[in-house]
């Protein structure tokens, strides 16, 4: 199946095409402030279909780093079998190895994507911001170092557990690099993954998302634009940006509008 968004992001039209996290915007709007369903796949995929249909995005994003820090925040027996053992990695082994949530997380992409008009990414933390959430989760009073020898073997886990996705036809993955840069060569495992489904990988920074095939950055339009509705950066091509979550309804939409 040829992948969409790779063909949006090699498109050289200059009109904006916006690939939107909604996530916590939509939570307050939609949701009212009740709980994403991250464990009821059917009920997600509505939701993020309502999301779709309000924003209009030329790529939707599910934010697979939120999941993942409500599960290491909810779920106390996963938790404290991770904290079994000291050596750096277990707990990230432990969490990653654990069947029940990577069959949640499957179920729940796949239906999603299923629903879905536009192209579908995954947003996951980096693979050394893995190694800190879920160190953190099993020993919260502990002090804990990783580098990026630690990253690229924790990227081997990653790797593996992203292969629930196979079957999933995602547009790629995010992975968001904002606490914290990895080296290139760390990533190789995901990357390795990755071509092999045929899906786009980017890296959030601050200001932009860096994508490896095909090789080019695009900027990330602030989430103070959603308040505002000002902004200086340039907003032409594919551009990512997040809704903040205080933003108005209608002010929303009417930014949306600007953007074309």
């Not at 190895?97 to 949640?104: C, E, I, P, Q």
Request: aromatic share 8%.
């Amino acid at each position: 199946m040829p992948n969409r968004l790779r063909n949006l992001l090699n498109d050289s039209a200059t009109n904006t095409k916006l690939i939107i996290n909604a996530e916590d915007y939509a939570q307050k709007v939609l949701l009212q402030g009740k709980p994403i369903p991250w464990h009821d796949a059917t009920a997600y995929a509505n939701h993020l279909s309502q999301t779709a249909a309000l924003l209009k995005p030329e790529v939707s994003v599910i934010s697979i780093d939120k999941m993942i820090m409500q599960e290491l925040a909810d779920n106390e027996q996963l938790t404290s079998a991770m904290g079994e053992k000291s050596r750096a990695g277990y707990a990230l082994k432990t969490f990653m190895g654990n069947d029940d949530f990577k069959a949640a997380v499957s179920a729940l992409v796949a239906s999603t994507v299923q629903t879905q008009r536009v192209p579908v990414l995954v947003q996951m933390p980096s693979p050394l911001q893995m190694l800190y959430l879920t160190a953190r989760a099993a020993k919260p009073d502990d002090e804990h170092e990783f580098d990026d020898d630690s990253a690229e073997n924790a990227a081997i886990y990653c790797a593996d557990w992203l292969r629930a996705f196979k079957d999933a036809n995602i547009a790629g993955l995010i992975f968001d690099e904002r606490e914290g840069d990895v080296s290139d060569e760390a990533y190789q495992p995901i990357k390795n993954t990755a071509e092999h489904y045929q899906w786009v990988v980017g890296i959030r920074r601050d200001n932009e998302i860096i994508f490896k095939d095909p090789q080019l950055s695009i900027a990330v339009l602030p989430s103070d634009y959603w308040t505002s509705g000002d902004s200086n950066v340039d907003t032409s091509g594919v551009v990512f940006t997040e809704i903040a979550q205080n933003a108005v309804p209608e002010q929303v939409l009417e930014f949306r509008e600007k953007l074309g």
